[in-house]
């Protein structure tokens, strides 16, 4: 008798049956999809470690590429400026040498002339 009474209020309670199952039917997903995110999360933070990881590197490998060319840069001044002195020694001992050639060429020329004298 009940049911006859209330037919549409049984059809109302089954399509909340029906709804309160589709939704306990989601947040069952929802569950899994939330059981499953650490994990997830921990691979997503290892491969940003990872990454993290390649670009310490990178930046580290960056500034020693950096600071060998300042070193490199510094090394080619510092042999520029030697090769200005050595250049310049050069010079002073190819200026001595001829000096000293030609000191020797008036010695001899000159104790050859006092020889020439002492015989006449």
Not at 71 to 88: C, F, G, H, N, T
Request: proline share 2%; glycine share 6%; aromatic share 4%.
């Amino acid at each position: 008798m009940t049911m006859q009474r209330h037919p549409q209020s049984l059809g109302y309670s089954k399509e909340e049956l029906n709804k309160l199952n589709q939704a306990i039917q989601r947040l069952t997903v929802d569950v899994d999809r939330a059981e499953s995110q650490p994990g997830e999360l921990e691979g997503a933070l290892q491969e940003e470690g990872a990454s993290g990881s390649a670009k310490g590197k990178l930046a580290w490998l960056e500034a020693a590429l950096q600071r060998a060319r300042q070193d490199m840069a510094r090394q080619l001044q510092e042999y520029q400026e030697l090769m200005v002195v050595k250049l310049s020694l050069d010079f002073e001992i190819a200026t001595y040498r001829k000096l000293l050639e030609d000191e020797e060429r008036r010695c001899i020329i000159k104790g050859g002339v006092d020889e020439i004298y002492k015989v006449v």
